[in-house]
């Protein structure tokens, strides 16, 4: 009897000690005015027009809720890495664009904090946006200045973070303005739908799981490897990784991209993935070339007898055979990284071939998510973009969450 007491008490302390953390969902915006930080990071060409509006897309849902809501948003975001006040990352280019997008008018103020944003905020009706001026045009926001947080924190009555893209950093409009909204502050819908996928594949996946880690080196995957190995059942390594695994294991690899001194790592690698119960799937043939050049020479060979003189540059037609069973017998499916030097055309077919498995064990019902920098763009490339189940639009932050570690940007919005 005492036990079971004890037991509940225990338990009801964990309830209340776990706070469900707020999505714009859990708002009524009706005559309030949202602060949100969405990440309109956006290329633009030389005569400073928008090339890629996905960041934008992307943030719309969140407006629009905003707006339906019978509430005003003020954006903010940054643009480039500029250093002061440079004319050519200023958001006002963007402005246009971002209109076309939402479908509202967006009003614009040239500072993003002080006189000129406050008012500009005063004046803002139900229904009406205003983008604020680039945060990085002051060094306070990179430095995540506490002082400038608070400015920030005076234009808007709700903190939403839709910012995906910047959450891996603990900058003043990503991270320090959420503590000036203790009980006001949330997730919007990209940074929630984000989460979620990520949960998805880390934390309740459905079995078998199978990552496949790709592009260059060992060394720049080597956390997001250790980290997974608890979570998945199959392991696919392809791209310029796979020749460092083959030589430390005796393999010949000729002039193959590899980094000799971790060699002994990619060996612990295949250890503790045995301990583990993990299915290690290495590629057996590759696409050997006789250059570094999309008009090299190029024959199909087996992955450890490459002769000197040539290298692998992508992935050979079993080895593709081999991805795809596995990848179709899966249920969850994370991709991070290209089978070979896609952006040569001759060298694209791997990452294309795989493309289309995922896509396919997609239709089939299975989750797939596409994570983590020159994946992301080898699928819009060719076209696999809506045959997944999610695109994460983070690269860095996409990758620390990979890595296991908890996001500043995510951890502010829950304290
Ligand atoms: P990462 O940023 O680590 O995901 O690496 C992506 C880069 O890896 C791309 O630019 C690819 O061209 C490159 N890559 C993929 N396979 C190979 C390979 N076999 N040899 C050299 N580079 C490769």
Redesign the pocket.
């Known amino acids: 009897m005492v036990t079971h007491v004890l037991n509940f008490i225990i338990k009801l302390k964990q309830l209340l000690k776990f706070k469900r953390v707020k999505t714009i969902n859990d708002f009524n915006f009706e005559n309030k005015k949202a602060l949100i930080r969405v990440d309109f990071n956006v290329p633009l060409d030389e005569n400073y027009k928008v090339t890629d509006d996905t960041r934008i897309q992307a943030a719309k849902p969140t407006i629009i809720k905003v707006l339906e809501d019978g509430g005003s948003a003020v954006l903010m975001s940054h643009l480039g890495r500029p250093k002061g006040i440079q004319e050519e990352f200023s958001l006002h280019h963007i402005v246009d664009e971002v209109a076309d997008v939402i479908g509202v008018q967006v009003k614009f103020a040239a500072n993003c904090v002080g006189q000129e944003a406050e008012e500009a905020v005063a004046q803002l009706n139900p229904g009406e946006v205003l983008l604020l001026e680039n945060l990085r045009f002051h060094k306070e926001e990179t430095a995540g200045d506490a002082g400038f947080a608070e400015e920030l924190s005076k234009l808007g009555d709700i903190y939403v973070n839709d910012a995906f893209g910047t959450a891996h950093r603990a900058h003043a409009s990503t991270t320090i303005v959420a503590q000036f909204f203790p009980a006001n502050k949330c997730f919007g819908n990209l940074l929630a739908k984000e989460i979620d996928s990520i949960d998805k594949v880390l934390k309740s996946g459905e079995k078998p799981i199978t990552a496949v880690l ?4 060992v060394s ?2 080597i956390t997001i490897i250790e980290n997974i190995l608890d979570k998945v059942d199959n392991l696919i390594i ?3 990784m ?2 460092t695994f083959i030589k430390a294991q005796g393999g010949q690899i000729g002039d ?2 590899c980094e000799d001194d971790k060699q002994e790592l990619a060996l612990n690698i295949l250890k503790q993935a045995e301990e583990k119960g993990v299915q290690i799937h290495l590629p057996v043939d ?1 696409i050997g070339a006789d250059a ?1 050049d999309n008009g090299a020479n190029t024959k199909a060979m087996s992955v450890d007898a490459i002769p000197d003189g040539w ?4 992935a050979g037609p079993e080895t593709l055979k081999n991805f795809h069973q596995v990848i179709l017998d899966s249920k969850t499916i994370l991709w ?8 040569m055309e001759n ?1 694209a077919n791997g990452t294309i071939a795989l493309g289309h498995s995922i896509a396919e064990a997609t239709q089939n019902g299975a989750f797939s998510l596409v994570g ?4 992301v763009a080898a699928v819009k490339q060719f076209g696999f973009g809506d045959k997944v189940s999610y695109v994460s639009t983070g690269g860095g932050a996409m990758l620390e969450s990979l890595e296991g570690k908890t996001l500043p940007g995510i951890a502010a919005i829950g304290n």
Not at 214 to 217: D, L, M, V
Not at 336 to 343: A, D, M, R, T
């Open positions: 790709g592009g260059s080196k720049s995957k392809g791209g310029g796979t020749y193959s991209i590759v570094f290298q692998g540059l992508d991070n990284g290209p089978l070979g030097v896609f952006e060298f983590g920098g020159d994946s």
